[in-house]
């Protein structure tokens, strides 16, 4: 009954993984394999290998909901169409974005099924040992998307509730002071000495990983590339032979000795 | 100068991922390859592909601190030993009971190293759409190992300050009444049709995944292999081809239409 005799497509949106091909799963390998259009941010687009034939649709990071639109009416003329992110979809990237999209009478009809992928905060976690290994939260520290009285609301919830917490988005070029106004705010309930990690480009080449405290982290050092995990008043920090281990301990109040 | 003519060697502890092989990376399998050792939960270990010469040392599910301290003891007279978690090992799983361990005069010159996985609520969230798609919580609902006040003040920091978050450790045959506690927490902050996430066993054959709401939650559905994940304000559900789709919006207040 449709003008263009052609079967529904579907959007699947794949996770990459952060950083680079040693973790990505072989779920998100077989279907990037499969797919007949990749969609996506060019930086990522440029990692999933090239197949003959497969059409590659670059843009840049600023229209998700252009790029989710473009991906949904492909589909639906019949292509099976990848979306690909960094890290996990679910976190941060285009799962939300495609699904917003999607929830509107002229796309709703059009499957959109999602690839997890690990996501970069726990790739930044592993660097060091397991800061993120009891109850933690993840925030974004951007206020493009929410007012930045919502961050503040979170982050004091999170610090006020004594959990570890992964910080996206923690600046930019043009966002400049809200690392400083983070630490402010979980000061109000940790100590100084609160274990910080500050990850820039896990995974990358340009990798780099520091361990350092609230009342010492520069927030001149954080960029668009970079992570942060505020650690809890159960975060603990010993020198290994391969450099700091940090941890989270499982048990409340009395850690290290369980039997 | 030792009395054993050994080099040391090194403890990796290893997230196998969710569930099945599909969500395994790369990095994983080969650092399994590589071991000497595996040491794990039997049920995990038994998710390794067995390699002739490679020694496999299975327990039970209750003896995390053995379990580190006999891989810690391995690794100092030599061997590469794999500690095997589900998920994501520094989620709630051996990283941190291994650095737990580690931490200590006898221990901390043993290299540990952790290699990352895909977490069960990444997983979770993905079979339904987005739902951890913004800021969000991990919270252990066991009280094995924390006080509950510390749970119920966990719980009440996310609820209240509106952001979803991934339920582990919700119930088992004798731990009954918390998701039913947990609801009526929640229900002190989100309006009773606020979305839940029921999932069981997700990636097995016995994989089974519900949309609810905070008012029809049934704590009597949730056992040891049950994950929930508990939505915000923002978070949506829509009917789609393959079911209902669940996302949490990127934009505080004005979800679906950012172009």
């Not at 973790?23 to 390998?29: D, M, N, R, V």
């Not at 905060?121 to 925030?139: E, I, K, N, T």
């Not at 917490?165 to 809200?178: L, M």
């Not at 001149?220 to 809890?232: K, N, Y």
């Amino acid at each position: 009954m449709t003008m263009e005799h052609t079967s529904m497509g579907e959007v699947v949106v794949i996770g990459l993984g952060p950083g680079n091909s040693e973790w990505i799963t072989p779920e998100a390998s077989e279907e990037l394999a499969r797919a007949t259009d990749v969609v996506g941010y060019s930086t990522y687009v440029k990692r999933v290998p090239e197949i003959p034939g497969q059409r590659r649709h670059l843009s840049d990071n600023k229209v998700e909901a252009v790029r989710a639109a473009m991906a949904l009416d492909m589909a639906r003329r019949g292509s099976r169409v990848a979306v690909v992110s960094s890290g996990d979809p679910g976190v941060f990237a285009m799962a939300a974005a495609v699904l917003e999209t999607a929830d509107d009478d002229q796309w709703r009809d059009v499957p959109v099924r999602i690839v997890p992928g690990m996501t970069a905060a726990q790739a930044v976690a592993s660097r060091v040992g397991a800061p993120l290994g009891h109850d933690f939260g993840m925030v974004s520290l951007s206020d493009r998307l929410k007012p930045w009285d919502v961050v503040v609301k979170r982050v004091r919830a999170l610090a006020g509730a004594d959990m570890a917490f992964a910080v996206y988005n923690p600046a930019s070029k043009s966002r400049r002071w809200q690392v400083g106004a983070l630490r402010d705010i979980v000061l109000e309930f940790q100590k100084p000495d609160t274990p910080v990690i500050v990850a820039r480009a896990v995974g990358s080449a340009d990798e780099s990983v520091t361990v350092t405290t609230l009342a010492e982290l520069d927030p001149d050092v954080v960029d668009m590339r970079t992570m942060l995990i505020v650690g809890a008043s159960t975060t603990h920090v010993y020198d290994g032979p391969d450099g700091r281990r940090v941890f989270t301990a499982r048990h409340y109040e009395a850690p290290a000795t369980d039997d």
